[in-house]
C-alpha cells in the first residue's frame, strides 16, 4: 500500500531494494497490495470502469469524516462484494489520481489536490501506517536491474500492477536471459536495442494473455507471505511440464497442458521471445 504521488524516481533510498515501485510514470502505477484486482471482475473494462466511477463520486466528496466514510459505505453498497481471495482486503479508496484516468493511486493521499495536504489514509482499513510502509515482495526479492528493466518497459497500469507483484515470474524469467547471455544482466543490455524491449514486453504480456493458464485462477496475484493461496503445480502432462527448461515459468503462470502438444506450443512461445533477447547464443 506504498501508494503516493510521489515524483517519479528512479532509484530511492528509502525503498526496500532501492527502486520504488508503486508510482512510476505516467499511465503505469500499482495498487495491487491495496486489493486492486481482488474484485469480482478484474477484467480491463470492468476495473476502469469501477475505477472512474468511485473517482467521480470522490471528487464532490466533502473532506470530513462523516462525508468519506459515507463514500465508502456507499461504494461498497453499490459494487459486487464477492472477492476471489475474501481474506485479502480490497480497498475501497483506490482509484484514479490523474485527469486522464490512466494513474492508479489512493484517493487518500495527501497528494491528491483535492484534500489540501491532508493525510485521511488513517481512515482506511489497515490504518495510515500500513498504507505508508509496506512494500510488497519484489521491493525485496527482485534484484534491482530486474525491476528497472520493468518500470521502463511497461506502459499500462493495468498490465503493470498484475506483473509486478510477479517476483518469482520475473526473477525466474530475467535470470534465464542472464544464463542464456552468460554474465550479470545489465539493464542496458535490454534497454538500448529495440528488439530485446520488444521481446521483454511480449513476455510480460504473457501475465495476460498466457494460452495455458488455468481458468480456475483468478487475474489477482496472492502474493502476501502467509501463502494463503498457492499457483497450482504443474498438472495435464506434469511429468513433461516439470523437466522443461521452462518449468518454473509455467509454474508461475499457472499454467494447465491437456497434451504433450500443448506443452511443446508453450517451450515455442517462450523460446521465441528468448531467441528475440539472446539471439544466436540460445
Ligand atoms: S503491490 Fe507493491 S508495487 Fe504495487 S502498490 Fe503495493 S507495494 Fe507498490
Ligand atoms: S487507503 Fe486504501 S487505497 Fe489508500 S493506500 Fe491505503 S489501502 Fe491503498
Given at each position: 500500500?506504498?501508494?503516493?504521488?510521489?515524483?517519479?524516481?528512479?532509484?530511492?533510498?528509502?525503498?526496500?531494494?532501492?527502486?520504488?515501485?508503486?508510482?512510476?510514470?505516467?499511465?503505469?502505477?500499482?495498487?495491487?497490495?491495496?486489493?486492486?484486482?481482488?474484485?469480482?471482475?478484474?477484467?480491463?473494462?470492468?476495473?476502469?470502469?469501477?475505477?472512474?466511477?468511485?473517482?467521480?463520486?470522490?471528487a464532490d466528496i466533502p473532506r470530513d469524516m462523516d462525508s468519506i466514510l459515507a463514500f465508502k459505505t456507499?461504494?461498497?453498497?453499490?459494487?459486487?462484494?464477492?472477492?476471489?481471495?475474501?481474506?485479502?482486503?480490497?480497498?475501497?479508496?483506490?482509484?484514479?489520481?490523474?485527469?486522464?484516468?490512466?494513474?492508479?493511486?489512493?484517493?487518500?493521499?495527501?497528494?491528491?489536490?483535492?484534500?489540501?495536504?491532508?493525510?485521511?489514509?488513517?481512515?482506511?482499513?489497515?490504518?495510515?501506517?500500513?498504507?505508508?510502509?509496506?512494500?510488497?515482495?519484489?521491493?525485496?526479492?527482485?534484484?534491482?536491474?530486474?525491476?528497472?528493466?520493468?518500470?521502463?518497459?511497461?506502459?499500462?497500469?493495468?498490465?503493470?500492477?498484475?506483473?509486478?507483484?510477479?517476483?518469482?515470474?520475473?526473477?525466474?524469467f530475467f535470470s534465464l536471459i542472464a544464463q542464456k547471455m552468460g554474465h550479470p544482466l545489465k539493464k542496458?543490455?535490454?534497454?538500448?536495442?529495440?528488439?530485446?524491449?520488444?521481446?521483454?514486453?511480449?513476455?510480460?504480456?504473457?501475465?495476460?494473455?498466457?494460452?495455458?493458464?488455468?481458468?480456475?485462477?483468478?487475474?489477482?496475484?496472492?502474493?502476501?507471505?502467509?501463502?494463503?493461496?498457492?499457483?497450482?503445480?504443474?498438472?495435464?502432462?506434469?511429468?513433461?511440464?516439470?523437466?522443461?527448461?521452462?518449468?518454473?515459468?509455467?509454474?508461475?503462470?499457472?499454467?494447465?497442458?491437456?497434451?504433450?502438444?500443448?506443452?511443446?506450443?508453450?517451450?515455442?512461445?517462450?523460446?521465441?521471445?528468448?531467441?528475440?533477447?539472446?539471439?544466436?547464443?540460445?
Open positions: 500500500m506504498r501508494i503516493s504521488v510521489a515524483p517519479n524516481k528512479q532509484l530511492d533510498d528509502h525503498t526496500p531494494g532501492s527502486v520504488y515501485l508503486c508510482q512510476v510514470k505516467e499511465n503505469v502505477s500499482c495498487g495491487a497490495c491495496c486489493g486492486l484486482y481482488n474484485v469480482a471482475d478484474a477484467s480491463r473494462n470492468a476495473l476502469e470502469s469501477l475505477l472512474i466511477q468511485r473517482t467521480v463520486l470522490f456507499a461504494v461498497e453498497a453499490h459494487e459486487n462484494q464477492q472477492r476471489p481471495y475474501p481474506e485479502f482486503h480490497h480497498c475501497p479508496f483506490i482509484g484514479f489520481i490523474d485527469s486522464s484516468n490512466s494513474r492508479v493511486g489512493c484517493l487518500l493521499h495527501p497528494l491528491n489536490l483535492k484534500n489540501n495536504g491532508i493525510d485521511f489514509r488513517g481512515i482506511s482499513y489497515y490504518g495510515g501506517m500500513a498504507c505508508r510502509s509496506y512494500f510488497c515482495p519484489t521491493h525485496y526479492q527482485v534484484p534491482m536491474v530486474y525491476k528497472e528493466i520493468v518500470r521502463e518497459v511497461v506502459d499500462d497500469w493495468y498490465l503493470y500492477g498484475l506483473i509486478i507483484t510477479e517476483d518469482k515470474l520475473l526473477n525466474a542496458e543490455d535490454i534497454l538500448t536495442h529495440h528488439r530485446r524491449v520488444a521481446a521483454v514486453q511480449e513476455f510480460l504480456k504473457l501475465k495476460l494473455n498466457w494460452p495455458f493458464r488455468s481458468q480456475e485462477i483468478p487475474e489477482a496475484n496472492y502474493f502476501f507471505k502467509d501463502k494463503l493461496y498457492s499457483k497450482p503445480h504443474l498438472n495435464g502432462n506434469e511429468t513433461f511440464a516439470n523437466t522443461s527448461l521452462f518449468a518454473p515459468i509455467f509454474y508461475e503462470l499457472c499454467s494447465c497442458f491437456s497434451s504433450h502438444n500443448e506443452l511443446i506450443a508453450a517451450e515455442n512461445i517462450l523460446e521465441n521471445i528468448i531467441f528475440n533477447i539472446v539471439g544466436s547464443d540460445f
